[in-house]
């Protein structure tokens, strides 16, 4: 009698993919949910975006939401990058990095050629 009485009591938590595929892949991911009705069924979950990294130190860029590539096509331009040259592509750290470098090696363009007036005038 007490077997009888606890597989009444067990919930059958056995539920089939209403859609797709019989496997477990990675875009076949479900929750079992319980219906106002009290039947088990399945709701499918969406796969989670990744956040867009930086393209020289890979560290995720800031003020870019983390989307499916479907939905980056549905954002507007503003939502898709940040107002700063490379916005998007890089970030703020590595732009700083390319502008310092940039300067730099035009500063060493001007000394290089300041020595060589300065040698052309000595001989």
Known sequence: IRSIRIAI????????????????????ITKVVKTPGGR???HYRKKLGKVP?????????????????????QLSKRQ????????????????RQRIIRAFMIEEQKIVKRVIKQNAAKKN
């Not at 009591?9 to 076949?28: D, E, I, L």
């Not at 393209?55 to 499916?68: E, N, T, V, W």
């Open 9 to 28: 009591t067990m919930v059958q938590r056995r539920v089939t993919y209403r859609r797709r595929h019989p496997y477990a892949t990675k875009s076949n």
């Open 40 to 42: 088990l069924t399945v």
């Open 53 to 73: 990294r930086c393209g020289d130190c890979g560290s995720k860029l800031a003020g870019i939401p983390a989307l499916r590539p479907k939905k980056y096509k």
């Open 80 to 95: 898709k990058h940040v107002s700063r040259a490379y916005g998007g592509s890089r970030c703020g750290r590595c732009v």
